[in-house]
């Protein structure tokens, strides 16, 4: 069974600083994806950013980027030039891959960061 | 492009009771997966349908059973409420053919047991 650990119950950064939310998470497979999924007071669940284990390079999506370590099982978000709607709560989730490439399989989430952008 | 879409907002109910929570995946997905998340905590999978049939589950009791319709749409159904079944139920809905395995969450139904 895949477990996903989030150390950090509550963060805070002012605005426009930068920001690194950690995750760690244990898995015996080998083929996998990480989310990491932003989830505002409105809660409605909102993806931010994916990775597959089988790509080297980290993802990025704007100001969003995650540093993947793959074999200290560490996947961390960086929120660069922090903005007041980064308010949230932010989970990180696993996925098991299929053979051949994608995935339908469950989502396993972390218990989440409650990241606090300052003015 | 509508998105995942969920019936009721709110619910309120009590020990003992029944309830059905209702959703409708987003334009073009065929799977529909259903979370429960206890206030603090990150979400649970409870089960996945596809193709009208449960296809994967997780560990919630026989209380939890749910449907999926010829039009890809759900239902979650709990017997037998508990207090510890008060939560916000997600669904979430996917593409099972879909490269990028992405699941898009609904807004949510806030259940509360009485």
């Known amino acids: 069974a895949q477990t996903v650990t989030q150390s950090q119950p509550e963060m805070s950064v002012q605005e426009a600083e930068t920001v690194t939310l950690s995750c760690t998470y244990d898995?015996?497979?080998?083929?996998?994806?990480l989310f990491w999924y932003k989830q505002p007071p409105s809660r409605q669940m909102i993806l931010v950013i994916r990775q597959e284990a089988y790509k080297q390079q980290n993802a990025t999506e704007n100001r969003f980027s995650v540093n993947f370590q793959k074999a200290a099982k560490s996947f961390s978000l960086k929120i660069s030039d922090s903005q007041l709607g980064d308010t949230a709560m932010y989970f990180c989730?696993?996925?098991?891959?299929?053979?051949?490439?994608?995935?339908?399989?469950?989502?396993?989430f972390g218990k989440g960061t409650l990241l606090t952008v300052n003015p | 492009d509508a998105g995942v879409t969920q019936s009721p907002t709110h619910l309120i109910k009590t020990r003992g009771q029944q309830v059905t929570l209702r959703c409708s995946p987003k334009s073009g997905h065929d799977t529909v997966s259903w979370y429960q998340q206890a206030l603090g905590q990150g979400p649970q999978f409870i089960f996945q349908?596809?193709?009208?049939?449960?296809?994967q589950r997780g560990n919630f009791p026989d209380r939890f059973s749910g449907h999926q319709f010829p039009n890809y749409s759900s239902e979650l159904n709990v017997n037998a409420l508990l207090l510890g079944d008060s939560a916000l139920y997600l669904c979430a809905s996917s593409l099972v053919s879909g490269r990028a395995p992405e699941q898009f969450f609904g807004p949510g139904t806030r259940l509360t047991v009485l």
């Open positions: 989730a696993f996925m098991k891959g299929s053979m051949g490439g994608g995935s339908n399989y469950k989502l396993t």
């Open positions: 898995t015996s497979e080998n083929n996998y994806y």
């Open positions: 349908y596809y193709e009208e049939e449960e296809r």
